[in-house]
């Protein structure tokens, strides 16, 4: 409990010295890390096997629970092509289409975030500047708000947060993204095989 309460006193200090910008960058990174937890689970394949197989199992109905994307749209895939055997493209890309937009659920949020972390340190780097020249002008170098030390130091930690915010959910996104563009190529590849008629 008293680790806690130090650990809580330490992180409230820190967003003190950040001045006013860092309310703004806190709430960025939680709504970041919780849209990116959103992005993993939605960007979840499935089975490992390929989706030839996958469709061939579905077929012959071995291949029925569905624990990720992939899987789902398989299954609706083989359901589609079932109940409408003859100019099933058409039906595919209707039945696909939420998958489809499932793809790219909050990416644009995460990459405007990413973006406005980093300017929005440097805001606050803006803003300790200022203080600290408005402090050198007046020459209170140890005002309440704490003169040259205090400015510089808020300049520093603001853009310390920035940064802390960007680039881990830089990486991330990259992750994420090449995970999204390896789903877009397999719904296509299952739309192609069932159409085609190949399994």
Known sequence: MLLMETILAELLAYVDKGGYV???????TVVLWLAIGYRISLLQRGNRRSVRILLSRAKKGKFTKAKGLIDRAVLTGVEVVRTHPTGARPYLDDAFSPYERDLQKYNALITSI????PLLGL????VGMIETFDSLGDMSLYSQSGG?????????FTTQMGLAVAIPGLLVKGFLDRQQSRLELELAQIKDLL???RV
Request: aromatic share 0%; net charge neutral.
């Open 114 to 117: 990413i973006a406005v972390a």
């Open 22 to 28: 860092m309310p703004p960058l806190i709430v960025a």
């Open 195 to 197: 159409t085609a008629g």
């Open 123 to 126: 805001l606050g780097t803006v």
């Open 148 to 156: 040259i030390a205090g400015g510089i130091s808020q300049a520093l």
